[in-house]
Nanobody
Framework: VQLVESGGGSVQPGGSLRLSCAASGFSFRYYGMNWYRQAPGKERDLVAGISKGGDTTNYAYAVKGRFTISRDNAKNTVYLQMNSLKPEDTAVYYC?????????????WGQGTQVTVSS
């Protein structure tokens, strides 16, 4: 399983970024996908999730209405469109998939991409 994030960077408050996560090594279209983030000194928190077919999404309260998760199963890619960014959105963003192995769910993570929101 390989997850490769891209699209992070530095942006001013109110700006936008689009993160991408290219997946390989598993049957992407059969798994829900997630985005997490981790700010310095804090725990890694779920930001958004999307079902395998893309018809169901869920968001953390802090990002609801500003972030949109989507996926392209033909490209094995999941996206996170982030609008109206705030300084508190600054974090390393990670792509995640949970795959059941021998009856136990295992988390797989990408390397992360840094998002910095600052004036």
């Amino acid at each position: 399983v390989q997850l490769v994030e891209s699209g992070g960077g530095s942006v001013q408050p109110g700006g936008s970024l689009r993160l991408s996560c290219a997946a390989s090594g598993f049957s992407f279209r059969y798994y829900g996908m997630n985005w997490y983030r981790q700010a310095p000194g804090k725990e890694r928190d779920l930001v958004a999730g999307i079902s395998k077919g893309g018809d169901t999404t869920n968001y953390a309260y802090a990002v609801k209405g500003r972030f949109t998760i989507s996926r392209d199963n033909a490209k094995n890619t999941v996206y996170l469109q982030m609008n109206s960014l705030k300084p508190e959105d600054t974090a390393v963003y990670y792509c995640n998939v949970k795959i059941l192995q021998t009856g136990v769910p295992r988390d797989y993570w990408g390397q992360g991409t840094q998002v910095t929101v600052s004036s």
